[in-house]
């Protein structure tokens, strides 16, 4: 049974569960609702998630372990032979189930019959053509051993679903049995709802730990295989990066991190003082009407995709900074020193605009949260206002900003289509802002973009980058937090 | 402090420091205080009592314009400190803040070291040349506030630490140590217990011989133990204004009398 239908039928046992358990509830007390102890609702809600809940579960994990298990059934009747011609485990795994996924489209749609796809014979027909008839498209001929392997992939995925549809509504009738037996009009139902609510919660905001793990095991496997195949003094220590796909790369991580480095460098230099001006204003001097104007229209910037900032970098910031700093005696300066559009600059320029509702947006909320009082306490002294703001607005709101801050830094340093599009593509060390150069996140794209081959190191290389840069982003966010909450208790 | 009752209090004439003439505030539509006319003197604690939402808080935030920082808030009329029309074009609010000082309902320190939030306003204003100066008037200030001899050890430690009666004096000496010649107080002790309030309104009545003071109260007992002169609000109106003695035992208006009865507020 497939597991849609499964789910159906657990949504009508958890429907007819909620109908019966209030009934019998509501019978229990003798139709006098107020000698129960909960609402009916919640004895219907008790038995309801109690046939729904555990089966559920049952239901999502078996269908997430299923597969890998029958696969790892499946390869063992691969003959090694196969592995050996160039072929990953993998790849091969890949074809058994399509054509086995071929043959159930193939019953399915009456091609075949089910004793006739069970009887198949690789030697007689031929299956490539007739599945691509079906529109199943194969990429090589069937040979015997992976039809075999297929049809015990058939067998078992076939055997497994069945178990899985009868395990699941034996669950579910359990759960409701056990639900509904236990309904009474002392029972507390409502005390149990309440902590499968509080479960569920809990289950919600594990998954969110969980994925954030999941995320981090991924990259570091990765990396580990890349430092197996590539000497991890050369990626930390190194001072070239020059990928090379016939092997025998400098895939040194020190010239994206300066380039990463410098372009954020540039991007709080606009975005900081400018976002937190733009904060104060709008907090401590600005009218209620324009406040009400300006806040909205300043946080659309932030609705911008990035895609657009890139495109703004590359045809609109680029140029302008070309007509000034290069051309020889056309350019306005009459310099030579910029050749392209794309440069350190550009993208800084570009990516701290894209950063201002950012910062204005989380500054302004810290500053509204500094009490009325202290303001008032310093105006009454004969403060200015910008006084007040400087020596005591700001001085509360500092680990706030401080705060915001890295958290723009760690959004600076991971950001990606604004650098792709305007901060060039060479890897180098330079003081020079009007020079391209290149970042980590765009070595990601350039390395995993196209065709890639995940066995070698400078495909590989992505991943130890895509790790470093995590743990670039984390130590700020934390250190972030440390310092908000250092200087915190201080002004509580 | 001695519980002196209201009747005891002789008053003595003093020169008028603020005279406020036909003061009307507006916010947004709503009248908030109408045709309020009071003379306050030098030298003397004038309590304004009323019940809440009377406009007895709002007409003090007049005394120092103080109202300004609120956009939709429009006061017309004519307050003069000193002689000096303090709405007038000419005048600089900011100055005046300085020299008419503000304690608030709630005790605010700034979130620095003791020292600092005394030495802000001396600060601001350029009132101490060297580091000694300050250190000067800082320590004057923190006496001034009766609170030096718990303070003088930690003048590092934040203001923020303080217990809360601690923290309304070192309040009280921060708006003393810009040298106002006026202090307006807020419902000073609203927030504190009993035996800070009496600290607090122990120092209010030393205050006297050196400020104009002008206090905010809802409570009758503290404005009769602590006050020469009582002003009367109600609905935006000042109802009646005199001695403090006269206010609380031969009230004129039928309505001072309720309230001070306890039939109205």
Same mark, same amino acid.
């Given at each position: 049974?497939?597991?849609?239908?499964?789910? =159906?039928?657990?949504?009508?046992?958890?429907?007819?569960?909620?109908?019966?358990?209030?009934?019998?509830?509501?019978?229990?007390?003798?139709?006098?609702?107020?000698?129960?102890?909960?609402?009916?609702?919640?004895?219907?809600?008790?038995?309801?998630?109690?046939?729904?809940?555990?089966?559920?579960?049952?239901?999502?994990? %078996?269908?997430?372990?299923? @597969?890998?298990?029958?696969?790892?059934?499946?390869?063992?009747?691969?003959?090694?032979?196969?592995?050996?011609?160039?072929?990953?485990?993998?790849?091969?795994?890949?074809?058994?189930?399509?054509?086995?996924?071929?043959?159930?489209?193939?019953?399915?749609?009456?091609?075949?019959?089910?004793?006739?796809?069970?009887?198949?014979?690789?030697?007689? /027909?031929?299956?490539?053509?007739?599945?691509?008839?079906?529109?199943?498209?194969?990429?090589?001929?069937?040979?015997?051993?992976?039809?075999?392997?297929?049809?015990?992939?058939?067998?078992?995925?076939? /055997?497994?679903?069945?178990?899985?549809?009868?395990?699941? =509504?034996?669950?579910?009738?359990?759960?409701?049995?056990?639900?509904?037996?236990? &309904?009474?009009?002392?029972?507390?139902?409502?005390?149990?709802?309440?902590?499968?609510?509080?479960?569920?919660?809990?289950?919600?905001?594990?998954?969110?730990?969980?994925?954030?793990?999941?995320?981090?095991?991924?990259?570091?496997?990765?990396?580990? *295989?890349?430092?197996?195949?590539?000497? %991890?003094?050369?990626?930390?220590?190194?001072?070239?990066?020059?990928?090379?796909?016939?092997?025998?790369?400098?895939?040194?991580?020190?010239?994206?991190?300066?380039?990463?480095?410098?372009?954020?460098?540039?991007?709080?230099?606009?975005?900081?003082?400018?976002?937190?001006?733009?904060?104060?204003?709008?907090?401590?001097?600005?009218?209620? @009407?324009?406040?009400?104007?300006?806040?909205?229209?300043? $946080?659309?910037?932030?609705?911008?995709? !990035?895609?657009?900032?890139?495109?703004?970098?590359?045809?609109?910031?680029?140029?302008?900074?070309?007509?000034?700093?290069?051309?020889?005696?056309?350019?306005?300066?009459?310099?030579?020193?910029?050749?392209?559009?794309?440069?350190?600059?550009?993208?800084?320029?570009?990516?701290?605009?894209?950063?201002?509702?950012?910062?204005?947006?989380?500054?302004?909320?810290?500053?509204?949260?500094?009490?009325?009082?202290?303001?008032?306490?310093?105006?009454?002294?004969?403060?200015?206002?910008?006084?007040?703001?400087?020596?005591?607005?700001?001085?509360?709101?500092?680990?706030?900003?401080?705060?915001?801050?890295?958290?723009?830094?760690?959004?600076?340093?991971?950001?990606?289509?604004?650098?792709?599009?305007?901060?060039?593509?060479?890897?180098?060390?330079?003081?020079?802002?009007? $020079?391209?150069?290149?970042?980590?996140?765009?070595?990601?794209?350039?390395?995993?973009?196209?065709?890639?081959?995940?066995?070698?190191? $400078?495909?590989?290389?992505?991943?130890?980058?895509?790790?470093?840069?995590?743990?670039?982003?984390?130590?700020? *966010?934390?250190?972030?937090?440390?310092?908000?909450?250092?200087?915190?208790?201080?002004?509580? | 402090?001695?519980?002196? !009752?209201?009747?005891?209090?002789?008053?003595?004439?003093?020169?008028?420091?603020?005279?406020?003439?036909?003061?009307?505030?507006?916010?947004?539509?709503?009248?908030?205080?109408?045709?309020?006319?009071?003379?306050? $003197?030098?030298?003397?604690?004038?309590?304004?009592?009323?019940?809440?939402?009377?406009?007895?808080?709002?007409?003090?935030?007049?005394?120092?314009?103080?109202?300004?920082?609120?956009?939709?808030?429009?006061?017309?009329?004519?307050?003069?400190?000193?002689?000096?029309?303090?709405?007038?074009?000419?005048?600089?609010?900011?100055?005046?803040?300085?020299?008419?000082?503000?304690?608030?309902?709630?005790?605010?320190?700034?979130?620095?070291?003791?020292?600092?939030?005394?030495?802000?306003?001396?600060?601001?204003?350029?009132?101490?040349?060297?580091?000694?100066?300050?250190?000067?008037?800082?320590?004057?200030?923190?006496?001034?506030?009766? =609170? %030096?001899?718990?303070?003088?050890?930690?003048?590092?430690?934040?203001? #923020?630490?303080?217990?809360?009666?601690?923290?309304?004096?070192?309040?009280?000496?921060?708006?003393?140590?810009?040298?106002?010649?006026?202090?307006?107080?807020?419902?000073?002790?609203?927030?504190?217990?009993?035996?800070?309030?009496?600290?607090?309104?122990?120092?209010?009545?030393?205050?006297?011989?050196?400020?104009?003071?002008?206090?905010?109260?809802?409570?009758?007992?503290?404005?009769?133990?602590?006050?020469?002169?009582?002003?009367?609000?109600?609905?935006?109106?000042?109802?009646?204004?005199?001695? &403090?003695?006269?206010?609380?035992?031969?009230?004129?208006?039928?309505? #001072?009398?309720?309230?001070?009865?306890?039939?109205?507020?």
């Amino acid at each position: 049974m497939p597991s849609f239908w499964l789910v =159906i039928v657990l949504i009508a046992l958890a429907l007819a569960g909620f109908v019966l358990g209030r009934k019998r509830a509501l019978a229990t007390a003798g139709g006098d609702m107020k000698q129960l102890h909960s609402l009916p609702a919640y004895y219907g809600h008790h038995v309801a998630f109690s046939a729904l809940v555990p089966a559920l579960a049952v239901l999502a994990i %078996w269908s997430l372990v299923q @597969p890998s298990l029958i696969e790892n059934r499946v390869s063992d009747m691969v003959p090694a032979s196969f592995v050996e011609e160039g072929h990953t485990i993998d790849l091969i795994l890949t074809d058994v189930r399509r054509l086995a996924d071929g043959l159930d489209a193939a019953v399915a749609q009456g091609a075949l019959s089910e004793a006739q796809a069970a009887d198949l014979d690789a030697g007689t /027909t031929d299956i490539r053509a007739l599945l691509g008839d079906l529109g199943v498209a194969l990429g090589a001929d069937v040979q015997p051993e992976i039809l075999a392997a297929a049809q015990s992939y058939r067998g078992l995925s076939d /055997t497994a679903s069945t178990a899985k549809a009868a395990v699941v =509504i034996l669950l579910a009738l359990l759960g409701f049995g056990f639900a509904y037996q236990r &309904t009474h009009k002392d029972f507390r139902a409502r005390n149990v709802v309440e902590r499968g609510v509080m479960a569920l919660l809990i289950v919600a905001a594990s998954l969110a730990i969980l994925t954030t793990v999941g995320i981090v095991f991924s990259m570091l496997f990765e990396s580990l *295989n890349f430092f197996g195949l590539h000497s %991890w003094r050369d990626f930390f220590f190194g001072g070239t990066w020059a990928p090379n796909f016939r092997g025998d790369s400098d895939l040194s991580i020190l010239p994206l991190l300066w380039g990463t480095l410098y372009i954020s460098l540039i991007a709080l230099l606009v975005a900081v003082p400018i976002g937190l001006f733009a904060a104060i204003y709008l907090s401590e001097y600005a009218s209620a @009407p324009v406040r009400s104007f300006a806040k909205p229209l300043l $946080e659309i910037l932030a609705g911008i995709p !990035t895609i657009v900032y890139g495109l703004f970098a590359l045809l609109t910031v680029g140029p302008m900074l070309v007509t000034i700093f290069g051309k020889g005696d056309d350019g306005v300066l009459g310099v030579e020193w910029m050749s392209g559009a794309t440069s350190v600059l550009t993208a800084g320029l570009v990516m701290g605009i894209m950063l201002i509702p950012f910062v204005s947006s989380l500054s302004d909320d810290i500053i509204n949260a500094v009490p009325q009082a202290m303001r008032d306490g310093s105006l009454g002294l004969g403060a200015t206002r910008s006084e007040t703001v400087r020596q005591v607005v700001l001085p509360a709101a500092l680990p706030g900003i401080v705060g915001a801050v890295l958290l723009a830094a760690s959004r600076a340093i991971g950001e990606t289509m604004i650098v792709v599009m305007g901060a060039g593509a060479i890897a180098k060390f330079s003081a020079n802002p009007l $020079e391209s150069m290149t970042t980590i996140t765009t070595r990601i794209v350039s390395q995993l973009t196209g065709d890639t081959d995940f066995a070698s190191p $400078e495909t590989l290389v992505a991943f130890a980058l895509g790790l470093t840069l995590f743990v670039l982003t984390l130590g700020l *966010n934390v250190l972030a937090l440390y310092i908000v909450r250092t200087y915190r208790e201080q002004y509580d | 402090m001695n519980q002196i !009752t209201a009747l005891d209090k002789t008053v003595q004439t003093n020169k008028t420091k603020i005279s406020a003439r036909n003061v009307n505030v507006h916010y947004g539509d709503s009248h908030a205080i109408k045709d309020v006319n009071v003379e306050i $003197e030098d030298n003397t604690v004038t309590a304004f009592i009323g019940p809440s939402g009377c406009g007895k808080s709002t007409f003090l935030r007049c005394l120092n314009r103080m109202n300004d920082t609120i956009d939709i808030c429009r006061v017309t009329g004519d307050i003069q400190i000193d002689g000096e029309n303090i709405y007038d074009p000419r005048v600089d609010p900011v100055q005046l803040r300085a020299k008419v000082g503000m304690v608030f309902q709630k005790p605010n320190p700034f979130p620095k070291s003791i020292y600092d939030n005394v030495a802000y306003g001396p600060r601001i204003h350029g009132l101490a040349a060297n580091k000694a100066e300050l250190d000067e008037i800082v320590e004057k200030s923190l006496r001034r506030g009766a =609170i %030096w001899e718990e303070v003088k050890d930690r003048l590092d430690a934040p203001g #923020t630490g303080l217990s809360g009666g601690q923290q309304q004096r070192l309040c009280i000496a921060r708006a003393v140590a810009t040298e106002p010649e006026v202090l307006l107080m807020d419902e000073p002790c609203s927030a504190l217990d009993p035996i800070a309030t009496a600290q607090i309104e122990e120092l209010i009545d030393e205050l006297r011989n050196s400020y104009s003071v002008v206090i905010v109260t809802h409570s009758m007992q503290q404005a009769a133990r602590v006050s020469q002169k009582t002003a009367f609000f109600h609905l935006g109106n000042l109802v009646e204004f005199g001695a &403090t003695g006269q206010i609380f035992t031969n009230p004129e208006d039928p309505r #001072t009398e309720s309230y001070i009865t306890g039939r109205i507020g």
